[in-house]
């Protein structure tokens, strides 16, 4: 059965430093979706990405955040210059298509910001 | 504002003892409410999808039901491997991103 998969699982890093988490989304999806859950709290939505070119994003996903799609089959979300807040796991998701599809997510990152 | 309220927090359940969780939403315009279950330190697992009041869907134990301003998802019988968190999430009319609440930690015991 196709499933998200996300890299690295669990990836620690100090205060302003740069990371780059990785997904593979579901091969035949055309939406994509990054979304985080801090410990204890509701996962929320940071942005979705479709036709190569962000469709929506909150208010977190501010000027240290960005995404991109580098081929045919990666989804990356950078965070330029981490702080402590940004600790969290951060899921990748995917949906076929725009509108009421459902959104199948990866096991995430947890992301640990010393 | 949208907004997705679920009850209880935790619940505890003995084996066979069914019981229903909560989901109150509050959108502008509801083009679709979803069911996930999140066992500890994984991604959300994809239930159900629910579209417009009246709707009932069933997998295994579970059923999820649907009216203008909540959602219930029983179970019925449940047993230990049903132990894990229940999200509820609403998507509205005017946008793709899915609105999640707190979600419901149910704990199965035999």
């Known amino acids: 059965e196709p499933e998200v998969t996300q890299t690295p699982s669990h990836q620690v890093t100090q205060m302003g430093q740069e990371v780059i988490l990785r997904c593979v989304p579901i091969?035949?999806?055309?939406?994509f979706y990054w979304y985080r859950q801090i410990l204890g709290q509701k996962v929320e939505f940071l942005v979705s990405?479709?036709?190569?070119?962000?469709?929506?994003k909150s208010e977190i996903f501010d000027d240290q955040f960005s995404v991109e799609r580098p081929d045919g089959s990666n989804f990356t979300l950078k965070i330029r210059s981490t702080k402590l807040e940004d600790s969290a796991m951060y899921f990748c998701?995917?949906?076929?298509?725009?509108?009421?599809?459902?959104?199948?997510f990866g096991p995430g990152t947890r992301l640990t910001v010393l | 504002e949208d907004q997705v309220t679920q009850s209880p927090e935790a619940l505890r359940l003995q084996e066979g003892e069914s019981s229903s969780l909560n989901c109150s939403y509050t959108?502008?315009?509801?083009?679709?409410l979803f069911w996930y279950r999140q066992d500890p330190g994984k991604g959300p697992e994809f239930l159900f999808t629910?579209?417009?009041a009246g709707e009932e869907k069933e997998k295994e134990r579970l059923k999820a039901t649907l009216t203008k301003k909540e959602s219930f998802l029983h179970i019925t019988a449940p047993k230990p491997e049903d132990s894990a968190t229940y999200l509820c999430?609403?998507?509205?009319?005017?946008?793709?991103?899915?609105?999640f609440g707190t979600g419901t930690r149910l704990q199965v015991f035999p």
């Open positions: 990405f479709y036709n190569n070119e962000i469709s929506e």
């Open positions: 959108v502008s315009g509801l083009r679709g």
């Open positions: 998701a995917s949906s076929h298509d725009r509108g009421v599809y459902e959104q199948f």
């Open positions: 999430a609403v998507q509205d009319a005017n946008t793709d991103k899915l609105i």
């Open positions: 629910l579209y417009s």
């Open positions: 091969s035949n999806h055309l939406y």
